[in-house]
C-alpha cells in the first residue's frame, strides 16, 4: 500500500511539471505574438490555457482524492496542500498569458511599436523564476527556494524600469499614450507572474521544513504537528 502510495505521488509530481512546462511555453508564446505581431499564435494561447485548465482540475482532484483515502501525515500531507496551491498558481500564470496575447491583438492593430530595452529583460526574468521554483520544488530546496524569492524584487524593478521608459514615450509623442498604456499592462502581467512564482517557492519551504516565509515571516515557528506534522 506505502509503494502504491509513492506511486501517485510520483504521479502528481509529473502532472505538476507537465502543467508547469506549458505554463512556461504558454507565457513564450504570447511574447512572441506580440513580438512577431502573429494574431494566429495570439490564438494559440487561448487555446492552450484551456489545457492549462484542464490540468489543473485534474491536479485538484487527484489531491482530494489522496487527501481523502491516503490520510497522509506530515511532509506528505504538505506536499499534496502545496500541489493544490501551487497547481492554482500555475492556472493563474496561463491566465496572465491569454492578457498578453489580448494584448498583443490589440497592438497588431495600431503601427508597429519600437523595441523595448526592458522588455526581453523582464521576459526572461520572469519565465526563469518560473522555471527555477518547479525545479526547487522537485528536489525539494528550500535554500535553492529562499533565494528564489529574493529574485522577485530584480523582476518588480525591471518593471519600473519599463513603466518609465513607457511613461517617458507618452510624455514625448500624446499619439503613443494608447500604445504605451498597452505595454503597461504587459509588464504588469509578466511581473505578476513573478510573484506567482514567488508564491511556489514559498510552498517548497513549507513542504521541506513545515515552515511558512510567505507575509515576511521567515522568523515564525514550524507549523505545529497538530496542523501538518513534522518531516
Known sequence: MERHFDHQLEDLTRQLLNMSGRAEQIIRKAVEALQQRD????????????VIDRLEIEIEERCIHLLALQQPLATDLRFITS????SNDL???GDHAV??????????KSAPVKPLA???KLVDSSIGMLRDSLDAFVRRDAEAARKLVLR??????????????????????????????TLVLVGR????????????????????????????????????EDEFGRS
Open 39 to 50: 494574431p494566429a499564435l495570439a490564438d494559440e494561447v487561448f487555446a492552450d490555457d484551456h
Open 83 to 86: 500541489a493544490l496551491k501551487i
Open 91 to 93: 492556472e493563474r500564470v
Open 99 to 108: 492578457n498578453i496575447a489580448g494584448c498583443a491583438k490589440a497592438l497588431m
Open 118 to 120: 526592458d522588455l526581453p
Open 152 to 181: 522577485d524584487d530584480e523582476v518588480d524593478e525591471l518593471n519600473r524600469h519599463l513603466f518609465g521608459e513607457l511613461l517617458a514615450r507618452m510624455v514625448g509623442d500624446p499619439l503613443q499614450v494608447e500604445r504605451s498604456m
Open 189 to 224: 502581467n509578466l511581473e505578476r507572474i513573478g510573484d506567482l512564482a514567488t508564491n511556489v517557492a514559498e510552498e517548497v519551504v513549507f513542504i521541506a521544513e513545515a515552515r511558512v516565509i510567505k507575509h515576511h515571516a521567515e522568523d515564525s515557528q514550524p507549523v505545529s
